[in-house]
């Protein structure tokens, strides 16, 4: 059985970083996909970042420069960096996991976990 984990959330003042971290169990981030989605209220849910099983990367348009995500595959747990957030950046962050490579669209994504709650005031 697939679990994902996420933690980190919480809240912070515009222009703070945060990390949120992915933990997986039932399956190896060393061969698959995992990708950091967020779901703001009123919007639908976009594509932050992603990382393949080999560490390639790719990120969302609107968090370029701004984000970085990485794993440690020996926690099989994937990390998300987010640096100079504003209020925009306000959402639940979901992390997935699939086999293959990374997709945008989030209903490509077979596995996902429960959320945290990033808040972001100014």
């Known amino acids: 059985q697939v679990q994902l984990v996420e933690t980190g959330g919480g809240l912070v003042q515009t222009g703070a970083s945060l990390t949120l971290s992915c933990a997986v169990s039932?399956?190896?981030?060393?061969?698959?996909?995992v990708a950091w989605f967020r779901h703001a209220p009123g919007k639908e849910r976009a594509f932050v970042a992603g990382?393949?099983?080999?560490?390639?990367?790719l990120y969302g348009d609107f968090v370029k420069g701004r984000v970085t995500i990485n794993k440690d595959n020996a926690k099989n747990t994937v990390y998300l960096q987010l640096n100079n957030l504003n209020s925009e950046d306000t959402a639940v962050y979901y992390c997935?996991?699939?086999?293959?490579?990374?997709?945008?669209?989030?209903?490509?994504?077979?596995?996902w976990g429960q959320g945290t709650l990033v808040t972001v005031s100014s």
């Open positions: 039932g399956h190896s981030v060393n061969g698959n996909a």
């Open positions: 990382i393949s099983y080999i560490g390639q990367t």
């Open positions: 997935a996991l699939r086999g293959g490579v990374i997709y945008f669209d989030a209903t490509l994504w077979e596995h």
